[in-house]
């Protein structure tokens, strides 16, 4: 049996695990360089996977979804946005749509199962928000 201490370090492990592989998810979606604590690549260049994609409209989408998700966050951070303004903001939808669409697309059986666990962590993140 698992202690309360050992329980806590499980989850969070899992939630850290699952804040990385959306991070991956999102500038996979967004086509974003993944971020790193490396200071020498600032300059690097987008390079898309599809010469088809345009790769400035889909720039600007992510670069206007993504600034505005930020402010977002920031404002509900400092208390100078409510809560349930951000829950209901088009763009938290937008981009959970764009998500979903990144899931069902990925093909590769691996990738599929770490698409299966963040499920399985989603379970977990609302097991936990209900108790």
Known sequence: MLTGKAVSRAVRGHLLVD??????????????PVPTNDTTNDTEEIVSADPEIDVVGTQDTATTDLTIATELFEGAVSSTIYVE?????DVLARIQSKLNEEKKSINMRTAILW???LNMVDILRRFLKAE
Do not use: H
């Open 115 to 117: 698409v299966q666990y």
């Open 85 to 89: 303004d951000v829950c209901s903001a």
């Open 19 to 32: 804040a990385a592989l959306n991070t991956i998810l999102v500038a996979n979606a967004y086509n974003v």
